[in-house]
């Protein structure tokens, strides 16, 4: 048999999370018990749906806007997250 895959106790970072693809690999890591940060460039809105629907579904999720090109938003993400 067998075991099962699971990501309990990890975190996921999800770029481009907000629509499409990107909100499918960020639900699917959840329901594999990650935590998923949803990040989106440039729409709040877009990666607060996807986070409540994750949420909804029995997942953890946190919704971030930032543009990863730019190294002070990355820093201020991860400053934000600890």
Do not use: C, N, P, W
Not at 74 to 81: G, L
């Amino acid at each position: 048999m067998a075991d099962e895959f699971t990501l309990k106790g990890q975190r996921a970072l999800v770029t481009g999370a907000d629509t499409g693809i990107g909100a499918g690999i960020a639900a699917a890591l959840a329901a594999a018990g990650a935590a998923v940060v949803v990040i989106s460039l440039d729409s709040d809105e877009k990666a607060a749906r996807v986070t409540s629907a994750i949420e909804r579904d029995g997942g953890r999720a946190l919704a971030y806007r930032a543009d990863i090109t730019r190294e002070d938003q990355v820093e201020a993400m991860f400053t934000h997250m600890r």
